[in-house]
């Protein structure tokens, strides 16, 4: 697949599914003695949880989360039943590492409501973004320059706390190796991206 800066997994959509399994990897950091980083302590709250989702592959780690934190659906089977909507992301954050952001595909999120949510959560929790639909459905990866910049720019208010940026490509859009080669070429060095090839005709060895 292509990537620019760091190592990604293509996210793929068997035909006739309304669900997708997502994963950020993210490589460990190397601590003294050549141990790895770990999810998270035992001294966090709920932190063997949170150590079991982040279980590590092929000398990667594996980050299992939900798709959003917010839904009233949640409690009662997760949230305590009278947990407020604002403590949500601070008790998520204290059982799983990581939680996809879905309504950034409609409307971005100001810079000061990105780093409100950063400081709910512990240093090692990460965002995974979902880009723009002006990007990935409109445009289809063209002519988007300006959009992928105002996205980066605003996303760097989470900081450390950004994972990776998910380009959910719709559907119906068929394999366009150029569109995808100059897009990626636009990704700023160190930049994750994560790519949802939902078309099977990019499921060809040259796109990966």
Known sequence: MATRGSLQIPILRPKHSSSCCRAQLARPTPKAGGQSERAASE????????????AAVSGLRLLAGTSGFSYKEGKGPFYP???SAKGMLAYYAGRLPIVEINNTFYRLPKPDVLAGWRAQVPPTFRFAIKAARRITHLKRLKDCAG????LLETLAALGPALGSVLFQLPPFFKRDLPALQAFVALLPEGAKAAFEFRHDSWLEPEVF
């Open 43 to 54: 001294e966090e709250p709920a932190g063997r949880a949170r150590e079991e989702s982040g």
């Open 81 to 83: 039943e009278k947990l």
């Open 147 to 150: 959009e992928l910049g105002y």
